[in-house]
């Protein structure tokens, strides 16, 4: 028998869309975002906070993976080295990788002389998250693919950090350049390495963009707040 499907939500409205065109999702479906515990994130916040110094610490954290697109990271750390801009910068990549794409990025960190700019941290605990972002001055998020909503970057901002991030899939709903992150096209590794340099060069913008995305995290993408829209939405269908 065909699967029947009365009640669906989504992550996000890019899922909806996507599942609505393909003809498999019910009239009424809804968007009920994921949230985070923000928490651990506002503590790792009040630390980081007491923390400045002259080398501004990029951080990714994810899966190096070839669809993350963690190559633009490293090539746009290149392209600011070329420029001579590249000395206060260091670039510590966090996740479990593809022992083939994690050796092609080596490659590139050594072709560019990037050796004590970037770091493999590697495969962490979920509970080490927080500190490491606490540790860190910007986030950045280079998918190339259509995320439906990524959990990193909800948790970047309620640690306070400024992100730098593409605007694919669901991320288009959460990111909104100038407002509160900076948007770059995927697989550009120049107009990355812009926003870096900028964000680099203005403390304020830092502190603007870092502030309005913890702002974002704690109003749309909390625990709370998803259980709270997908209780409503059960007790609506229960009601019919």
């Given at each position: 028998y065909p699967l029947a499907l009365k009640h669906v939500s989504c992550v996000s409205e890019h899922v909806r869309r996507k599942f609505s065109a393909a003809g498999v999702l019910p009239h009424g479906a809804r968007v009920v975002y994921n949230g985070i515990d923000p928490e651990p994130y506002l503590v790792a916040h009040q630390g980081r906070a007491a923390r400045r110094?002259?080398?501004?610490?990029?951080?990714?954290?994810?899966?190096?993976?070839?669809?993350?697109?963690?190559?633009?990271?490293?090539?746009?750390?290149?392209?600011?080295?070329?420029?001579?801009?590249?000395?206060?910068?260091?670039l510590t990549l966090v996740g479990g990788s593809h022992p083939d794409y994690e050796a092609r990025l080596r490659r590139r960190v050594a072709e560019l002389d990037l050796h004590d700019q970037v770091t493999f941290h590697g495969r962490v605990k979920r509970e080490q998250i927080p500190s490491l972002l606490g540790r860190s001055d910007v986030?950045?998020?280079?998918?190339?693919?259509?995320?439906?909503?990524?959990?990193?970057?909800?948790?970047?901002?309620a640690a306070g950090l400024p992100v730098i991030g593409t605007a694919v899939g669901g991320q288009g709903e959460m990111l909104h350049h100038g407002e509160n992150a900076l948007v770059?096209?995927?697989?550009?590794?120049?107009?990355?390495?812009?926003?870096?340099?900028?964000?680099?060069?203005?403390?304020?913008?830092?502190?603007?963009?870092?502030?309005?995305?913890?702002?974002?995290?704690?109003?749309?993408?909390?625990?709370?707040?998803?259980?709270?829209?997908?209780?409503?939405?059960?007790?609506?269908?229960v009601a019919c």
């Open positions: 110094g002259d080398t501004q610490h990029l951080i990714y954290v994810g899966g190096i993976l070839p669809h993350k697109g963690v190559h633009t990271a490293i090539d746009a750390l290149g392209l600011l080295r070329q420029r001579g801009v590249s000395d206060g910068l260091r986030f950045l998020f280079t998918s190339t693919w259509e995320e439906p909503i990524a959990r990193s970057v909800m948790e970047a901002m770059f096209a995927s697989d550009d590794a120049a107009q990355l390495a812009d926003c870096i340099l900028r964000l680099e060069h203005d403390p304020a913008l830092r502190l603007q963009l870092a502030n309005a995305g913890q702002r974002t995290v704690l109003e749309y993408f909390t625990l709370e707040r998803m259980v709270d829209q997908m209780e409503a939405w059960l007790e609506e269908i």
